[in-house]
C-alpha cells in the first residue's frame, strides 16, 4: 500500500486516491466483520487509539439524560474521559478482582443510568467480565453499554451480536497496535443514530457538507467525527492485521493462549513465593499474568528480568490504579516478606510466544526469587537502573604505568583497506568494529552485552551488516553481548573450538582465517589466560584479548589459567613484527593502542626470559577477583 497506493482519501478523483479510498473504505467492513456487526444500524468511527474512542464515546453520550457506570477494574483510558463529562459511578469488585454484578445492579436499579462502560479483559488480572450478561443488565434498565477491548481484541473472539439482541454490545473501543497492526490506529463502533445526532466530535476538513459565512451543516457518521486527514496507513495496517488474526482463526489463538498462560501459572506455583492476581486457571482469563516476588521490588524483578533474561515485562500499576491498589490491599492476596510492593511485574502472551519462552520466563523468576540475579540494580523514585556486577570490573587485570600507549593515528596509522573503530575506548573494557567498506560486512570482537543497542545504532547508522561476532576468550568480568546479537541480527558467533560456551557458531583453530568481505583475519591460539584464547592479526595490528595487555598480561588464576601456556603464546606474538599495533581487550588509563616493538621494550612480563621465572612473577600478582565470577562465567557460557 505504501509503495503503490498511498495517498489521501476522499480527496481527489486521480487514480492513487481512487485506490487509497478504496482500501480505506474496505476497512470499515473488516473491522465490523471481525466484531460481528452490521453497518446498516451500526457504524464504525475510526480513531488514533482506544482512549481515543472511549473518549468519542463519552463525547457522543454526553448530552443524554443520565449517569456513567464505570468498574473499579478499568483501565484509566475507561474512567477518566467520562469522569470529566458528568456525574460517575462505579461499581466494586470483589477481593478476588471479579465484578460485583450485584453492585452492578443495585447501581443500576437506584440511578438513571445512561451508559455502563466496562473491559472486556483486565490489563492486570486477565478476568474477563461477562459483557453480554452486563449488556443484559445495561439494557433492562435503560442503559447503554461500552465495552473497552484493548486487552480482548487479539486474544478471543467477540460477537456484538444483532442490533436488536437483549446481549448487543452498543459501543466498542480498541486499538489496531494491541492486534499487531502499528501504533496510531484504533476504532470505535457504535449505534448509528447516536454518533448522528451528536455534534462532531473534531470539526474542520472532511466532516461538512456545506459550509457558509454564519452555519455548518455537517455530515453523517463516520465522517462527522473524523476531523482532518485520518491515518490512512494505520488504518489500512490495522485492517490487515484484523485479517491476518482471522486467517489464523481466534478460537485457534484463544487455545494457544490458554495453553501457554497455564504453563505460566503452573510454573510461578512450582517455585513458590510468588502471588499471583486473578483467577487461578488459564481458561477463566485473559493471556496476562501480573504478579510478585516475594521480598522484591517489582522494579528490581522487572530490571533483572529484562537486563540478564531478556525477557520483556511491564512493572508498576499499569494505568489502573485503583485496580491494582484494591487487589494489593486484599485479604484474597497475602503478600510475604518484608518488602511492601507498589505495584507488581505483568507478563503477557503473544501468538509468537512458545514454551520455550515461558520456560525461560519461568527460569528467571525462579533465579529473582532466590537472589541469585548477577547485576546491580539502583532504585530512585520509580526509576530502576542497571549496573551489572558482570558489567566490566574496574582494574582486576593486570594494569601498569609502563609504557604511553598511542592514540589512533599517531604511530600505528590508520588501518589499511578496511574499516576499524575501538568501541567504548574511554571505558576499562573494549569492543572493536571491524568492516570491509566494499561489502559493508562487519563484525564485533568481544562485544558488552550493556551497549547492544549502542552497536545496533551504530551498524544502522554505517549501513554495515553484522556477519560474525568474535569473543577472543570466555569473559569472566562482564556479561557478552555475541548471543543477544545472535538473535537480533542474525549474525555468527566465532571462538576457539577448546571453549565451553554453548551457542558458538564456529570454533576457531590455529591458523583459521576469518574472511569479512575483502578483509582476512588470522587466528594465533593462545591458551593462558583461559584455555580458549585466541588473538586476531589484521594486516598491520593484532587484537590481543586479555593474552598481551599494554604493559602487562592477562592474569592466570581464573579457571582454565596456565602461567606455562601463557608464556609460551606471548613467545608467538613477539614474533610478529614490532610495528605491529596492539589492541588489547582492557585498558583502564585511558590508552588505546601500544606496538609490539614498545611493548618489547617496555613490558616487565615479557623480558623475563623462562618460563619458571615468568610463572613465578605471575602468582605473586594478587590481584581482586572479579565480582560474582561464577555467576559471570557460568551465564556467558549457557549464552543467556
Same mark, same amino acid.
Given at each position: 500500500?505504501?509503495?503503490?497506493?498511498?495517498?489521501?482519501?476522499?480527496?481527489?478523483?486521480?487514480?492513487?486516491?481512487?485506490?487509497?479510498?478504496?482500501?480505506?473504505?474496505?476497512?470499515?467492513?473488516?473491522?465490523?466483520?471481525?466484531?460481528?456487526?452490521?453497518?446498516?444500524?451500526?457504524?464504525?468511527?475510526?480513531?488514533?487509539?482506544?482512549?481515543?474512542?472511549?473518549?468519542?464515546?463519552?463525547?457522543?453520550?454526553?448530552?443524554?439524560?443520565?449517569? $456513567?457506570?464505570?468498574?473499579?477494574?478499568?483501565?484509566?483510558?475507561?474512567?477518566?474521559?467520562?469522569?470529566?463529562?458528568?456525574?460517575?459511578?462505579?461499581?466494586?469488585?470483589?477481593?478476588?478482582?471479579?465484578?460485583?454484578?450485584?453492585?452492578?445492579?443495585?447501581?443500576?436499579?437506584?440511578?438513571?443510568?445512561?451508559?455502563?462502560?466496562?473491559?472486556?479483559?483486565?490489563?492486570?488480572?486477565?478476568?474477563?467480565?461477562?459483557?453480554?450478561?452486563?449488556?443484559?443488565?445495561?439494557?433492562?434498565?435503560?442503559?447503554?453499554?461500552?465495552? !473497552?477491548?484493548?486487552?480482548?481484541?487479539?486474544?478471543?473472539?467477540?460477537?456484538?451480536?444483532?442490533?436488536?439482541?437483549?446481549?448487543?454490545?452498543?459501543?466498542?473501543?480498541?486499538?489496531?497496535?494491541?492486534?499487531?497492526?502499528?501504533?496510531?490506529?484504533?476504532?470505535?463502533?457504535?449505534?448509528?443514530?447516536?454518533?448522528?445526532?451528536?455534534?462532531?466530535?473534531?470539526?474542520?476538513?472532511?466532516?461538512?457538507?456545506?459550509?457558509? *459565512?454564519?452555519?455548518?451543516?455537517?455530515?453523517?457518521?463516520?465522517?462527522?467525527?473524523?476531523?482532518?486527514? @485520518?491515518?490512512?496507513?494505520?488504518?489500512?495496517?490495522?485492517?490487515?492485521?484484523?485479517?491476518?488474526?482471522?486467517?489464523?482463526?481466534?478460537?485457534? /489463538?484463544?487455545?494457544?493462549? $490458554?495453553?501457554?498462560?497455564?504453563?505460566?501459572?503452573?510454573?510461578?506455583?512450582?517455585?513458590?513465593? /510468588?502471588? $499471583?492476581?486473578?483467577?487461578?486457571?488459564?481458561?477463566?482469563?485473559?493471556? $496476562?499474568?501480573?504478579?510478585?516476588?516475594?521480598?522484591?521490588?517489582?522494579?528490581?524483578?522487572?530490571?533483572?528480568?529484562?537486563?540478564?533474561?531478556? /525477557?520483556?515485562?511491564?512493572?508498576? =500499576?499499569?494505568?489502573?490504579?485503583?485496580?491494582?491498589?484494591?487487589?494489593?490491599?486484599?485479604?484474597?492476596?497475602?503478600?510475604?516478606?518484608?518488602?511492601?510492593?507498589?505495584?507488581?511485574?505483568?507478563?503477557?502472551?503473544?501468538?509468537?510466544?512458545?514454551?520455550?519462552?515461558?520456560?525461560?520466563?519461568?527460569?528467571?523468576?525462579?533465579?529473582? =526469587?532466590?537472589?541469585?540475579?548477577?547485576?546491580?540494580?539502583?532504585?530512585?523514585?520509580?526509576?530502576?537502573?542497571?549496573?551489572?556486577?558482570?558489567?566490566?570490573?574496574?582494574?582486576?587485570?593486570?594494569?601498569?604505568?609502563?609504557?604511553?600507549?598511542?592514540?589512533?593515528?599517531?604511530?600505528?596509522?590508520?588501518?589499511?583497506?578496511?574499516?576499524?573503530?575501538?568501541?567504548? @575506548?574511554?571505558?576499562?573494557?573494549?569492543?572493536?568494529?571491524?568492516? !570491509?567498506?566494499?561489502?559493508?560486512?562487519?563484525?564485533?570482537?568481544?562485544?558488552?552485552?550493556?551497549?547492544?543497542?549502542?552497536?545496533?545504532?551504530?551498524?544502522?547508522?554505517?549501513?554495515?551488516?553484522?556477519?560474525?561476532?568474535?569473543?577472543?576468550?570466555?569473559?569472566?568480568?562482564?556479561?557478552?553481548?555475541?548471543?543477544?546479537?545472535?538473535?537480533?541480527?542474525?549474525?555468527?558467533?566465532?571462538?576457539?573450538?577448546?571453549?565451553?560456551? *554453548?551457542?558458538?557458531?564456529?570454533?576457531?583453530?590455529?591458523?583459521?582465517?576469518?574472511?569479512?568481505?575483502?578483509?582476512?583475519?588470522?587466528?594465533? *591460539?593462545?591458551?593462558?589466560?583461559?584455555?580458549?584464547?585466541?588473538?586476531?592479526?589484521?594486516?598491520?595490528?593484532?587484537?590481543?584479548?586479555? +593474552?598481551?595487555?599494554?604493559?602487562?598480561?592477562?592474569?592466570?588464576?581464573?579457571?582454565?589459567?596456565?602461567?606455562?601456556?601463557?608464556?609460551?603464546?606471548?613467545?608467538?606474538? %613477539?614474533?610478529?613484527? !614490532?610495528?605491529?599495533?596492539?589492541?588489547? *581487550?582492557?585498558?583502564?588509563?585511558?590508552? =588505546?593502542?601500544? +606496538?609490539?616493538?614498545?611493548?618489547?621494550?617496555?613490558?616487565?612480563?615479557?623480558? %623475563?626470559?623462562?618460563?619458571?621465572?615468568?610463572?613465578?612473577?605471575?602468582?605473586?600478582?594478587?590481584? @581482586?577477583?572479579?565480582?560474582?565470577?561464577?555467576?559471570?562465567?557460568? +551465564?556467558?557460557?549457557?549464552?543467556?
Amino acid at each position: 500500500f505504501m509503495e503503490r497506493e498511498y495517498a489521501n482519501v476522499h480527496r481527489g478523483t486521480h487514480l492513487l486516491s481512487r485506490k487509497a479510498t478504496e482500501r480505506f473504505e474496505e476497512a470499515y467492513y473488516v473491522v465490523a466483520d471481525f466484531i460481528g456487526a452490521e453497518l446498516r444500524k451500526g457504524c464504525v468511527v475510526f480513531t488514533s487509539n482506544t482512549t481515543h474512542a472511549i473518549d468519542l464515546c463519552s463525547h457522543v453520550m454526553a448530552d443524554r439524560p443520565g449517569k $456513567v457506570v464505570t468498574t473499579e477494574m478499568e483501565h484509566h483510558s475507561n474512567e477518566l474521559p467520562h469522569r470529566r463529562r458528568g456525574a460517575l459511578l462505579r461499581c466494586r469488585v470483589h477481593d478476588d478482582g471479579t465484578l460485583d454484578l450485584g453492585h452492578l445492579e443495585e447501581l443500576l436499579r437506584k440511578h438513571e443510568v445512561k451508559l455502563v462502560c466496562v473491559t472486556a479483559g483486565s490489563n492486570i488480572t486477565g478476568v474477563m467480565p461477562d459483557v453480554h450478561k452486563i449488556a443484559r443488565m445495561a439494557h433492562d434498565n435503560g442503559a447503554l453499554i461500552l465495552v !473497552d477491548a484493548a486487552q480482548a481484541i487479539a486474544r478471543h473472539r467477540l460477537d456484538v451480536k444483532a442490533p436488536d439482541d437483549p446481549e448487543h454490545l452498543d459501543f466498542v473501543a480498541a486499538a489496531g497496535h494491541k492486534a499487531y497492526a502499528p501504533f496510531g490506529a484504533g476504532f470505535l463502533y457504535g449505534p448509528r443514530s447516536v454518533l448522528d445526532q451528536a455534534p462532531p466530535y473534531l470539526p474542520g476538513g472532511g466532516t461538512a457538507l456545506a459550509v457558509n *459565512a454564519r452555519e455548518a451543516e455537517f455530515l453523517g457518521a463516520p465522517d462527522r467525527h473524523h476531523g482532518g486527514t @485520518p491515518n490512512i496507513a494505520g488504518i489500512v495496517a490495522m485492517a490487515r492485521s484484523l485479517m491476518f488474526l482471522q486467517s489464523i482463526g481466534l478460537d485457534e /489463538i484463544r487455545a494457544h493462549e $490458554v495453553k501457554l498462560t497455564q504453563q505460566i501459572l503452573d510454573g510461578l506455583t512450582k517455585i513458590g513465593g /510468588i502471588t $499471583v492476581y486473578g483467577p487461578p486457571t488459564a481458561a477463566e482469563r485473559l493471556g $496476562v499474568v501480573s504478579f510478585n516476588i516475594e521480598g522484591v521490588s517489582e522494579l528490581i524483578a522487572a530490571a533483572v528480568l529484562s537486563e540478564e533474561g531478556g /525477557i520483556a515485562v511491564r512493572s508498576g =500499576r499499569f494505568c489502573a490504579h485503583m485496580y491494582m491498589d484494591r487487589l494489593l490491599a486484599s485479604p484474597a492476596y497475602k503478600l510475604g516478606g518484608d518488602v511492601v510492593p507498589s505495584g507488581a511485574i505483568r507478563a503477557s502472551i503473544g501468538l509468537y510466544n512458545d514454551a520455550t519462552d515461558v520456560e525461560r520466563l519461568i527460569e528467571f523468576v525462579g533465579k529473582v =526469587r532466590a537472589r541469585k540475579w548477577v547485576g546491580r540494580y539502583k532504585m530512585k523514585g520509580d526509576e530502576m537502573s542497571a549496573e551489572f556486577a558482570g558489567r566490566c570490573a574496574d582494574r582486576w587485570m593486570e594494569a601498569t604505568q609502563e609504557g604511553e600507549g598511542y592514540s589512533m593515528g599517531e604511530e600505528i596509522g590508520n588501518p589499511r583497506g578496511y574499516e576499524f573503530e575501538i568501541l567504548q @575506548p574511554e571505558g576499562g573494557c573494549r569492543s572493536y568494529l571491524i568492516a !570491509d567498506p566494499e561489502t559493508k560486512q562487519a563484525a564485533i570482537v568481544d562485544p558488552l552485552r550493556e551497549r547492544v543497542d549502542d552497536y545496533l545504532d551504530l551498524l544502522q547508522a554505517k549501513r554495515y551488516q553484522l556477519v560474525y561476532t568474535i569473543e577472543t576468550h570466555t569473559h569472566a568480568d562482564h556479561l557478552s553481548g555475541s548471543p543477544r546479537l545472535k538473535d537480533l541480527t542474525g549474525a555468527k558467533m566465532l571462538m576457539h573450538a577448546n571453549t565451553h560456551v *554453548a551457542c558458538v557458531d564456529r570454533g576457531l583453530k590455529d591458523g583459521d582465517i576469518i574472511e569479512l568481505g575483502r578483509v582476512k583475519m588470522e587466528v594465533i *591460539a593462545t591458551p593462558g589466560h583461559t584455555h580458549d584464547s585466541v588473538c586476531l592479526v589484521l594486516p598491520d595490528r593484532v587484537l590481543t584479548g586479555d +593474552t598481551l595487555l599494554i604493559g602487562g598480561c592477562g592474569r592466570t588464576d581464573l579457571p582454565t589459567g596456565d602461567s606455562s601456556a601463557l608464556f609460551h603464546s606471548l613467545q608467538r606474538l %613477539l614474533a610478529l613484527p !614490532d610495528d605491529t599495533g596492539v589492541f588489547p *581487550a582492557h585498558d583502564y588509563d585511558g590508552r =588505546r593502542a601500544s +606496538t609490539l616493538g614498545r611493548e618489547r621494550k617496555n613490558n616487565a612480563r615479557l623480558k %623475563l626470559p623462562t618460563v619458571e621465572e615468568f610463572s613465578g612473577s605471575m602468582k605473586k600478582m594478587n590481584l @581482586p577477583m572479579p565480582p560474582n565470577l561464577g555467576e559471570v562465567l557460568n +551465564t556467558n557460557q549457557r549464552c543467556l
